[in-house]
């Protein structure tokens, strides 16, 4: 008996098939993840990275995205379940559907290997900037040198992580381009 069999038989059968058969949904989208426990629930690992995870409490069932981000990027969860950053709350007896199952594990996936669905630093990567450079630049929410124009050159090198050596890169790309920065 597995790890998860042991834990789920904890729970009345109601709440146990709910969470056996969030398991079985789990295990459809991801069928190469390893059934483990993390913080003493059920979750499923891929190479050693959780992208999944679900339990019981006395009034419902969790799903646990391993990540404060993911469940920000989901729309249309239903009505019935309750959203918190790193916890979807849903009541007991209620089948989360397959499609946002998928959903929720496909965008933990592409959140640990990097492809992301977030914004992306690869127009910043391609001029060369150092990695603090495009950090400072996707917190701001640029991702393309032509929204530089909406901003003054000050704001952008008073950015934390912005130096000298970027600055010169940016303006480069920018006189490039045909833009500039707003004038104050």
């Not at 989208?29 to 913080?39: D, F, G, I, M, Q």
């Not at 209620?94 to 998928?102: A, D, E, G, H, T």
């Not at 950090?135 to 992580?161: D, F, P, W, Y």
Request: charged letters at 25%; aromatic letters at 6%; a positive charge.
């Amino acid at each position: 008996m597995s790890e998860i069999d042991k834990h789920l038989r904890r729970f009345l059968p109601q709440q146990r098939e709910t969470l056996q058969e969030l398991r079985l949904t789990i295990l459809s989208v991801v069928p190469n993840a390893k059934e483990c426990l993390s913080y003493g629930m059920p979750a499923f690992s891929i190479d050693g990275k959780v992208v999944a995870g679900f339990d019981g409490f006395k009034n419902h069932c969790s799903y646990f995205p391993h990540s404060g981000s993911v469940l920000k990027q989901i729309q249309d969860i239903p009505d019935w379940c309750t959203v918190t950053n790193g916890t979807l709350k849903f009541p007991i007896g209620k089948k989360l559907p397959k499609s946002l199952v998928r959903k929720l594990v496909e965008v933990r996936i592409k959140e640990l290997t990097g492809k992301s669905t977030q914004p992306t630093d690869q127009v910043w990567k391609l001029l060369g900037l150092a990695a603090p450079a495009r950090r400072a630049l996707l917190n701001a929410k640029l991702t393309k040198v032509s929204q530089l124009q909406k901003h003054r050159r000050e704001a952008i090198a008073a950015l934390h992580g912005m130096g000298p050596n970027a600055m010169k890169i940016l303006d480069a790309a920018m006189k490039s381009a045909g833009v500039k920065f707003k004038k104050s």
